[in-house]
């Protein structure tokens, strides 16, 4: 069975400063796409990042990136210089890549950024 | 381009009743998805269609249900509300099966 286990409820960091947010996931698959999505108290789920299983390249998007170990099925998330306007609850979603756009989804992590 | 809408967005319904979403995806897209999520369970995947056809159905009993219609617009019915159907219901549309998600702003229900 695929699971997803977010192990950080709540993190805060200072405003300026660096966070990573852990994920990891669980698979007999060897090719899927990873996402990190992120929830502000509006509701609307946002997209951050994705990364395909196949690339070995770490994705990056602006300030976010992640670190993305594929043996150690990790995939986490590092937002860099962070904002006020970061603070959001985390999603970090998997998604096999032959079962259409079934997405299993961690519990999340809310993130507190410190002015 | 508009973004993926969800209708109504808050509804109070009693044990018993049934109860029908909608959501409108982004212009194009042809798959909508559509998850539960509550504070005990988190999102769970409800089921997916695409050009009208179901594609993928997650573990939920059989009150719950969904179709698409031909511009692609989706429904979700809930019948014989429980009240552990209380949850955020977000609705998801990607141009394609397998392609990335953008989700709509949720329904809130609450059943009494």
């Known amino acids: 069975a695929q699971t997803v286990t977010q192990s950080q409820p709540e993190m805060s960091v200072q405003e300026a400063e660096t966070v990573t947010l852990s994920c990891t996931y669980d698979?007999?698959?060897?090719?899927?796409?990873l996402f990190w999505y992120k929830q502000p108290p509006s509701r609307q789920m946002i997209l951050v990042i994705r990364?395909?299983?196949?690339?070995?390249q770490n994705a990056t998007e602006n300030r976010f990136s992640v670190n993305f170990q594929k043996a150690a099925k990790s995939f986490s998330l590092k937002i860099s210089d962070s904002q006020l306007g970061d603070a959001a609850m985390y999603f970090c979603?998997?998604?096999?890549?032959?079962?259409?756009?079934?997405?299993?989804f961690g519990t999340g992590t809310s993130l507190t950024v410190i002015p | 381009k508009a973004g993926v809408t969800q209708t109504p967005r808050y509804l109070i319904k009693t044990r018993g009743q049934q109860v029908t979403l909608s959501c409108s995806p982004i212009?194009?897209?042809?798959?909508v998805s559509w998850y539960q999520q509550t504070p005990g369970q988190g999102l769970q995947f409800l089921f997916e269609?695409?050009?009208?056809?179901?594609?993928n159905k997650g573990n939920f009993p059989g009150r719950f249900s969904g179709r698409q219609f031909s511009n692609s617009r989706s429904e979700m019915n809930v019948s014989t509300l429980e009240l552990g159907d209380s949850a955020l219901y977000l609705c998801?549309?990607?141009?394609?099966?397998?392609?990335?998600?953008?989700f709509g702003p949720g329904t809130r229900l609450t059943v009494t």
């Open positions: 269609y695409f050009s009208e056809t179901q594609r």
């Open positions: 698979t007999s698959e060897s090719d899927y796409y």
């Open positions: 998801a549309s990607s141009l394609r099966s397998a392609g990335e998600q953008y």
């Open positions: 979603a998997y998604r096999p890549s032959n079962t259409g756009n079934q997405f299993y």
């Open positions: 212009s194009g897209h042809r798959s």
């Open positions: 990364q395909e299983a196949y690339k070995q």
